[in-house]
Nanobody, 115 residues
Framework: QVQLVESGGGLVQAGGSLRLSCAAS????????MAWHRQAPGKKRELVAV???????NYADSVKGRFTLSRDNAKNTVYLQMNSLKPEDTAVYYC?????????WGQGTQVTVSS
């Protein structure tokens, strides 16, 4: 079993920054992908950014140039640095980790960007 602990959400004004963290613990033998998804009210959950085991990263077009994903393998932690935040970034952000053939999700952390 893998546990994910998220932190860093909150309320920020447009143009501000937040940094989300997600630490994985438990039966971690082989972490593959680590990612952040988000879900705004009334919308489907969408991928924000993913980092593969190789280190390659992909970002949603809507966050390219503003968000930066990084990974600390020694700490089994993934970070999402969010700059130049916009009101449309408001959502619950979920951490995702792929370990072996299993998928794990965090409990979600609210990010609210005021205009």
């Amino acid at each position: 079993q893998v546990q994910l602990v998220e932190s860093g959400g909150g309320l920020v004004q447009a143009g501000g920054s937040l940094r989300l963290s997600c630490a994985a613990s438990g039966s971690i033998i082989n972490i593959n992908n680590m990612a952040w998804h988000r879900q705004a009210p009334g919308k489907k959950r969408e991928l924000v950014a993913v980092i593969f085991r190789s280190g390659m990263k992909n970002y949603a077009d809507s966050v390219k140039g503003r968000f930066t994903l990084s990974r600390d393998n020694a700490k089994n932690t993934v970070y999402l640095q969010m700059n130049s935040l916009k009101p449309e970034d408001t959502a619950v952000y979920y951490c995702y980790v792929s370990v072996s053939v299993y998928d794990y999700w965090g409990q979600g952390t609210q990010v609210t960007v005021s205009s």
